[in-house]
């Protein structure tokens, strides 16, 4: 997963025609560390999408811009627009993050 360290660097991204998943996310998050344990085997089985991470306390106010509310947070942007968002407390396994992906990309 690429890091995202600018805000210019995350509003090029998103411009993206294809989707684009970003995971926000910060250094002290538990919930974050754990997820990090089982991403790796979603990546592969969704790895014709390009993923990006973004540690919201050094690039702020993305989070606040993009209604995140808890850490982490899987977005999806298309065009520039956010697409889909899946909230940290239905980020908590990887069946989780596997269902939202499938309803949201196919």
Known sequence: MEAINTIEQF??????????????????????????????????KYQNYNWYQINSDEVQGLAEQYDVMGIPSLLIFQNGEKIAHRHSAYTKTPGDIEEFLQQELG
């Open 11 to 44: 509003n090029e991204i998103i411009a993206s025609k294809d989707p684009v998943i970003i995971k926000f996310y910060a250094d002290w998050c538990p919930d974050c560390k754990r997820m990090d344990m089982f991403i790796g085997d979603v990546l592969e």
